[in-house]
């Protein structure tokens, strides 16, 4: 009975799936393929991505997660740091309101919004919820200029606007007047509650049209999926050791049942145990009478180029080289092009991505009074391509090189403070010699009038 069922139910998902092909050939979806309106059907690609999707990607997917980590490991290597002014006041002395900030911007405070972050790129968005410490319900508007305990992060998939502002005069117009959150107990129970806009920020784009950061490589890596399932199975298919008995035309079953004391309808379960038996034991031997045996083999292609294929084009999706990426393959190493590359993208994205988003959260943190008001403000960060100690100590050498070869022309080209600097040290006028004191100077004096007298 249940067997039928089974029958049944997958014919029935065979229909659903034909019906929704052939639906495809009149409303075309997502295919690029316009003579096959019905490819991506047939590839097992989803026309329309969930949050649950993108999220059982990064769950199980090992290279979906490792192309988000690599990401946020390289954008929050270190932490950033907000000055009052532009860039150039960087090297000042801390102002009052730089001061004031390290209550707030604190190593905790950082550590989740990276986290925030790292589900900003999993779900195409995330939220951050602002503990105040105003005493008040999640859905009643922030008390101005009480502090902030702390800050969590939240998952796209349970946090969604609750209701919008419908006024089109409104400068908020289209935004949620409310948010409502799906909160997971420490118990395994789960309860919904709503939260003003005041104790919510959003990084990400949570707008219908927006693109996630795995969604262009969301294809390559389900066929990762079925390169890796594919040819695991056949492994395992192979090691199993199937085995086929071909009996002889004149072998009859009567007999070879009732030498085993059932019927013949139930032999077919003593062959299965002795299968069993075989591939469980090392030494067993399987006897037969007017049969052979021999085990069912197939021969596994190599997985390795479409793997590749496959792995490129998820690399090319999030824009990670695939050196990088996967990591030592066969001997094979990232470049330090490669490396110097994912540098330089992840530069890129701390200053033209998450840098807006620190001062946007700035600018909320202005408005609720939790820190003060300023002009100018900005966000700094170290450079990740800037050269080890290594490679300054070669700049050096080779500035000493050049030096050498000039001072045949009687000229240095580069002067000891330039080097200094070269290889990561001050320079030596930054260091001026302490003054005399007084009693050291006429000591000092003496003893040159001293040595003047002693030579007369």
Request: proline letters at 4%.
């Amino acid at each position: 009975m249940n067997d039928k069922l089974q029958l049944a139910v997958n014919h029935a998902l065979n229909d659903a799936r034909m019906a929704r092909a052939r639906m495809g050939m009149i409303n075309p979806g997502m295919g690029l393929d316009s003579k096959r309106n019905t490819a991506w059907c047939e590839y097992g690609f989803k026309d329309e991505l969930t949050f649950e999707d993108l999220y059982k990607l990064y769950r199980r997917g090992g290279i979906a997660f490792g192309a988000v980590n690599k990401i946020i490991s390289h954008c929050w290597k270190t932490a950033p740091e907000i000055i009052e002014g532009d860039k150039y006041d960087k090297d000042s002395n801390p102002t009052t309101w730089e001061r004031s900030l390290k209550p707030v911007f604190t190593n905790r405070f950082w550590l989740t919004f990276s986290e925030a972050d790292r589900r900003r790129l999993v779900g195409r968005w995330s939220g951050i919820l602002l503990h105040i410490r105003d005493n008040k319900a999640w859905n009643l508007p922030a008390t101005r200029g009480r502090g902030l305990a702390k800050i969590s992060a939240v998952w796209a998939g349970a946090l969604k606007p609750y209701t919008l502002d419908t006024n089109i005069n409104s400068t908020t117009y289209g935004q949620p007047t409310m948010w409502e959150y799906a909160e997971n107990l420490p118990n395994g129970a789960s309860r919904r509650v709503q939260i003003h806009p005041d104790r919510v920020f959003i990084l990400g784009d949570y707008s219908e049209d927006a693109i996630g950061f795995l969604e262009p490589s969301y294809n390559a890596f389900v066929s990762l999926e079925k390169v890796e399932g594919g040819s695991g199975e056949s492994f395992l298919k192979n090691a199993a050791r199937q085995l086929n008995v071909n009996f002889e035309k004149e072998i009859n079953f009567n007999n070879l049942a009732s030498l085993y004391g059932v019927s013949v309808s139930e032999l077919q379960e003593k062959f299965n145990e002795a299968a069993v038996e075989v591939n469980r034991g090392n030494d067993v031997l399987l006897t037969t009478q007017g049969a052979s045996v021999t085990p069912l083999v197939t021969a596994v292609a190599d997985p390795g180029p479409t793997y590749d294929v496959n792995l490129q084009t998820a690399a090319a999706g999030v824009d990670i080289p695939t050196k990088v990426l996967v990591g030592m393959q066969t001997g094979e190493r990232a470049s330090s092009e490669d490396q110097k590359y994912m540098n330089a993208r992840c530069q890129s994205r701390r200053v033209g991505e998450i840098a807006y988003d620190i001062e946007d959260f700035t600018d909320k943190l202005t408005d609720l009074q939790i820190i003060r008001p300023i002009t100018e403000k900005a966000v700094m960060w170290d450079d990740l391509n800037e050269q080890s100690a290594s490679d300054r100590l070669d700049s050096a050498v080779k500035m000493s090189q050049i030096n050498g070869t000039s001072m045949a022309t009687g000229e240095a080209v580069f002067s000891n403070e330039e080097i200094r600097v070269a290889a990561g040290y001050e320079a030596e006028s930054d260091y001026p010699l302490p003054e005399l004191e007084d009693d050291e100077e006429d000591d000092e004096e003496a003893e040159a009038s001293d040595n003047t007298e002693k030579q007369g």
